[in-house]
């Protein structure tokens, strides 16, 4: 009857468990070293090594299910009080958890569990196991945890076979309940047990069309608790009931049994109580969001079309209901974009959960001692602004146990507690999430970087003492640059921060940067919710129409042309007591000299567009201020490739199409074309 099942279809469904019990594993596992006694998370860990080897046994992959049994025994030990969670111990542990995320890794990519030797690190995991007087030993990995010694006790009542109605209750959280009900059976009948009829039918259990339980009428001679252990000992079933004997003759007349007819009700309650989630490929929320985006296209359009109506018809009954019509779809429209934007979002806990591991390995390897907290991981953003981030957090983090927390007894010389802090923080603000990562270390030494600055001759002496503290500290930005004279295997070679900065400024974020010597440095990541619609204000410049999103205007300004005066050949007007630039947008774009030059006459009247990245603060003049208007953002494409200055396109409500802005490589054009 097993036979049925196609296992194959369930590879999906078991990777991505597998992977969310690896994740979890991870931070309980390095969370449990600071809190040894913390029985919670020895239960926890217990867990998913526990289901790990049932689903990695029921699907076939034996090493996988060897490598945590072994570190399921590992942690049985430290439940029963015979093993502490050293670091040794937890090392060890993390090293079994890594060789799982190959296994695991192995297996997606190529459909089947590799041949990959995991006896060194069952023999280190088996060692914990021997040196402690009284600790269980492995049980032979060899005997597969086959379900018949789980059987060999028998209560010996039974001297015939006899009909029994075996009710399983599955795990609420449950994932797999087509495998589960299928490893049962298997179960059952490799112990020498009859499987006669399920209900639901198999089919349905196949498909996973039932709830969270399902019966199994068998043939045994063995007791109602041997059969128990057996069931039992499969990952996520919560219990197993026996219902009333079945007759022969009760079950030829009938598949589903009356007791289980009257327990139906209870299941169905049960099944209506459950969470109703579906799990969804990202590609096909990818192609809602494209669906989206061409409604918002059209939405704008009809918006043009009824304008160009109204100018031409005034007064007309047919403009009224197309206005109605047209605010009706825009709302419409509103709603079904904001509930996609939801369905994309995903909480930052999906990339700040690696970290903890990360920090707490490298702290380790360099002989610092760490102390590393994670708030706002709750804080959600699109899930392909994640993707972005991930690298330079890494490379921030990395700093910070490398560059910035101390030697234990320069923090204690210092009056510093010898555990140092990093802080990984996330919250939103406005229309932005922004994302702080600090630590209590040593800070950047203005002194240093002056110095530093004029060895890699970046600049002259006189351009160094010009430099206010801030342009000092940001430096550090610059590709090449390092303070580290050393090359470690965490820092040191001068790439890095120049990536960071260009990874966020690339999605419309900044990077904005603090540091007090002696008393730490922050670095705080500003990136917009989403990346796939945004306000933008169109403006033209040189008869082009162009987007420039809405996150990067500070104020739109009409400087009067007295209002402006030279400063070192760039014509500037003052904003906020803050020396503004004025840049020609139109020669910018085209990597022309951007300022104004003072033999060349100046219009009376300027349009700026007061722009800001970071620190960076400049004016664009354009020759006209179209409006605002949500815009959704396309890629120029392989044929076009990645033009500095522009970051996309988009199709306005006319149907033509405007080039997007790309704020942060403007600024950065400015300052490398004869500015």
């Known amino acids: 009857m097993p036979d049925q099942f196609d296992i194959n279809k369930y590879v999906g469904v078991f990777l991505e468990e597998a992977d969310e019990h690896i994740e979890r594993l991870e931070e309980n596992l390095v969370q449990l070293e600071k809190e040894p006694g913390n029985r919670e998370l020895v239960q926890a860990a217990f867990r998913s090594f526990h289901t790990i080897k049932g689903s990695s046994g029921s699907m076939g992959f034996a090493r996988m299910m060897e490598l945590a049994h072994i570190m399921e025994n590992v942690l049985e030990g ?42 060194t690190v069952v023999s280190l995991l088996k060692s914990f196991l021997s040196e402690k007087p009284g600790a269980n030993p492995s049980p032979p990995m060899d005997s597969k945890l086959r379900p018949e010694r789980l059987a060999e006790t028998t209560e010996g009542s039974f001297t015939r076979k006899k009909d ?31 499987a006669v009829s399920t209900n639901p039918s198999l089919a349905d259990l196949e498909t996973e069309n039932f709830g969270q339980e399902f019966t199994v009428i068998i043939q045994t001679e063995k007791g109602e608790e041997n059969i128990r252990r057996i069931v039992e000992s499969i990952a996520e079933i919560d219990r197993v009931e026996f219902l009333q004997d079945i007759d022969q003759e009760a079950l030829q007349k009938s598949d589903v049994p009356q007791k289980v007819v009257e327990k139906r009700g209870e299941e169905e309650k049960l099944s209506r109580n459950l969470k109703k989630t579906v799990r969804v490929d990202v590609e096909r929320l990818d192609a809602l969001l494209n669906l989206v985006g061409e409604l918002v296209i059209d939405r704008a359009r009809l918006e043009d079309t009824i304008q160009k109506f109204s100018d031409a018809h005034s007064n007309n009954g047919l403009q009224e209901i197309l206005t109605e019509t047209t605010t009706h779809i825009g709302r419409v429209t509103n709603e079904l974009q904001m509930e996609i934007m939801k369905a994309r979002m995903l909480p930052l806990s999906e990339v700040f959960n690696r970290f903890p591991r990360m920090v707490r390995d490298l702290a380790r390897q360099s002989g610092k001692d760490v102390d590393f907290i994670v708030e706002g991981e709750e804080t959600e953003l699109d899930r392909s602004l994640l993707e972005e981030i991930t690298d330079p957090l890494i490379h921030l983090l990395r700093n910070a146990v490398d560059h910035g927390i101390e030697e234990r007894e320069e923090r204690l010389s210092r009056g510093k507690p010898e555990r140092g802090t990093i802080l990984l923080k996330a919250y939103q603000e406005e229309n932005s999430v922004v994302i702080l990562i600090r630590d209590d270390g040593k800070g950047m030494s203005l002194e240093r970087l002056r110095s530093r600055m004029l060895q890699l001759s970046l600049f002259t002496g006189d351009e160094v003492a010009q430099m206010t503290d801030q342009e000092v500290l940001e430096i550090i930005f610059t590709p090449g640059f390092s303070t580290s004279t050393v090359v470690t295997d965490v820092s040191g070679r001068g790439v890095g921060m120049d990536i960071v900065k260009k990874n966020i400024e690339r999605v419309n974020g900044q990077v904005l940067l603090e540091s007090d010597e002696g008393k730490g440095t922050s670095f705080y990541l500003r990136l917009p919710l989403t990346l796939a619609i945004v306000r933008a204000l169109l403006i033209k410049a040189d008869h082009s129409i162009y987007a420039l999103p809405l996150n990067a205007v500070v104020e739109i300004e009409k400087v009067e042309r007295k209002q402006a005066c030279w400063v070192n050949k760039v014509l500037v007007s003052v904003f906020r007591d803050q020396t503004l630039p004025l840049l020609r947008l139109d020669d910018l774009l085209r990597s022309r000299k951007a300022e104004f030059v003072e033999s060349a006459p100046v219009p009376e009247t300027l349009y700026v567009i007061v722009v800001k990245i970071a620190r960076n603060m400049a004016g664009l003049v354009v020759d006209e201020i179209i409006g605002e208007q949500e815009i959704v953002i ?4 392989s044929f076009v490739g990645d033009i500095r200055g522009l970051g996309g396109a988009t199709i306005l409500g006319d149907g033509r199409i405007s080039l997007i802005l790309d704020v942060a490589s403007l600024l950065w054009k400015f300052s490398h074309v004869g500015g």
């Open 78 to 119: 430290v439940r029963g009080g015979r093993l502490e969670p050293a670091p040794l111990l937890i090392d060890a542990l993390l090293r079994g958890v890594d060789l799982l995320k190959i296994l695991r890794n192995d297996i997606s990519f190529l459909g089947q569990e590799p041949d990959v030797d995991i006896g």
């Open 164 to 194: 029994l109605n075996l009710q399983v209750i599955l795990n609420a959280e449950c994932s797999m309940k087509g495998v589960r009900a299928y490893l049962v059976i298997n179960r059952l009948q490799e112990a020498g047990v009859t």
């Open 634 to 637: 396309k890629s120029l494409g």
